[in-house]
């Protein structure tokens, strides 16, 4: 199983941006996928999840309305596209495969002016 994300990077305030995670090493349209954060001194945090065909989704409060979780089982990726940034939305962002308890390795959002 490997989870391999990336669009990360450098934001101003209110800029957007779209993470991706591919998948691969296990069957993805059977599986719930996640989107988590950790910011520097913080604990990991769910920041979204989708279910299995895309309809069921949940949201973490602080980035309700800001953020969608989408998925294309076609091409066993996950996305979190990220609008109207803070600078408190900067962390580390990884993708998780709750069924298989296996995280990828990262990747960096900053948001900044």
């Known amino acids: 199983v490997q989870l391999v994300e990336s669009g990360g990077g450098l934001v101003q305030p209110g800029g957007s941006l779209r993470l991706s995670c591919a998948a691969s090493?296990?069957?993805?349209?059977?599986?719930?996928m996640s989107w988590y954060r950790q910011a520097p001194g913080k604990e990991r945090e769910e920041v979204a999840t989708?279910?299995?065909?895309?309809?069921?989704?949940y949201y973490a409060d602080s980035v309700k309305g800001r953020f969608t979780i989408s998925r294309d089982n076609a091409r066993n990726t996950v996305y979190l596209q990220m609008n109207s940034l803070k600078p408190e939305d900067t962390a580390v962002y990884y993708c998780?495969?709750?069924?298989?308890?296996?995280w990828g390795q990262g990747t960096q959002v900053t948001v900044s002016s």
């Open positions: 998780y495969v709750p069924g298989y308890r296996t």
């Open positions: 090493g296990y069957t993805f349209s059977t599986n719930v």
């Open positions: 989708i279910s299995i065909s895309g309809p069921g989704t």
